[in-house]
């Protein structure tokens, strides 16, 4: 009997319609387009507007746009992962949430919390039920909602995020296509640059942590840019070396979109030419877990069956890794 591997069989994505420029920014804060523009790569980013809109919201017509891609009903749905830092609630889910709006009543549902890594790490957890032969579909979508943690006031963060989902569904392959390899890692020592003061249980929120503004994105920039670079391109080398690939053997790197200034690091430390980097930062800024799912999604077109794909990422925490996938079908 072949060996199942746990295919991508369709891509979608969603980005709200309200976009916020560097221009507008300019008037929210002491920055230029310039100075954006050369420290992170980033045009402009998308916000989810609305009273009672969430991640969920994101996550519905990514869900809606893969079924209809597939040719299947939400009630074909197995298991749901979302991986996000935004959830609606603490509790439930916001896969729960998912699944009750698109009316995925034969699936069960949760969510993976490894913040813009958290694509790689439900890609990879999703991946193991479709190879157990038990699940024949799961929905794997990275979604956040980054503007409800971001401080309008703080320069160094405002500037980076933006709100926005993109997801996979995964099938079982017997062609030898799909999730191949994975290597993931983590260090909570990183907690100590990349992370939210408040709101969990160490520090409930109160009256003292909303006016010391303790429930927005905190970062050290240089910090997480230093160990952003080295671990994002590390782990892609692994991934690479363990699958005797070279940089012309990959079709696309896909890293996840932080800064330009690491993508362009990252490629480079792998001798993969920028023409096969995907690379949409400028119009998306980053989106957390949403990054390289929106990148399957805008290049979906141009993916060919048995492209060699390399995935990278780093999040807050630290949390970073790598994934090598071949492509399981050509778009039409």
């Known amino acids: 009997m ?10 979608g994505g969603y980005v709200p319609d309200y976009v916020l420029t560097n221009q507008e920014l ?18 402009e980013r998308h916000i989810l507007k609305g ?36 959830p609606d609630m603490v509790f439930p889910s916001t896969a729960n949430v998912v699944t009750d709006k698109i009316g995925a009543k034969n699936a069960f549902g949760f969510d993976i919390s490894a913040a813009c890594s958290g694509f790689l790490y439900a890609l990879e957890t999703g991946s193991k039920f479709i190879e157990s032969g038990r699940y024949k579909r799961v929905m794997v979508i990275g ?28 099938e079982p ?45 905190y970062q050290e920039g240089k910090m997480v840019f230093k160990y952003a670079v080295s671990n994002m391109a590390g782990a892609a080398s692994d991934i690479m070396q363990r699958n005797q690939l070279t940089g012309e053997d990959v079709a696309w790197l896909v890293p996840h979109q932080a800064n330009m200034r690491i993508i362009s690091a990252t490629a480079a430390y792998l001798n993969v030419p920028e023409d096969k980097v995907m690379i949409n930062i400028h119009r998306y ?34 949390t970073w890794g790598a994934s090598y996938i071949k492509w399981a079908y050509d778009s039409k």
């Not at 994101?58 to 992962?81: F, N, S």
């Not at 993931?184 to 010391?212: I, N, Q």
């Not at 492209?307 to 999040?315: P, S």
């Open 143 to 170: 979604a956040d909602k980054m503007s409800s943690i971001i401080d309008y006031t703080d320069r160094t963060t405002c500037i980076i995020f933006g709100d926005g989902a993109g997801g996979v569904l995964l």
């Open 285 to 318: 800024g980053n989106t957390t877990a949403g990054t390289i799912p929106l990148c399957l999604w805008d290049w979906e077109k141009q993916l060919k069956k048995g492209d060699n794909l390399v995935l990278a990422a780093f999040g807050g925490g630290f």
């Open 51 to 86: 009273e009672g809109k969430g991640t969920s919201d994101l996550c519905v017509p990514v869900a809606m746009e893969i079924c209809k891609k597939r040719g299947i009903t939400p009630l074909d749905i197995d298991l749901l992962i979302v991986a996000t830092v935004t």
């Open 26 to 43: 300019e008037k929210m804060v002491d920055t230029t387009d310039e100075w954006i523009m050369t420290r992170t790569g980033i045009k």
């Open 2 to 11: 072949s060996k199942i591997t746990a295919a991508i069989t369709a891509v």
């Open 173 to 217: 392959n017997e062609e030898g296509l799909g999730v191949i390899d994975s290597i993931l890692r983590s260090d909570g020592h990183g907690r100590e640059y990349l992370h939210m003061k408040a709101g969990g249980s160490v520090k409930p929120a109160t009256a003292d942590t909303v006016a010391a503004r303790e429930h927005f994105v």
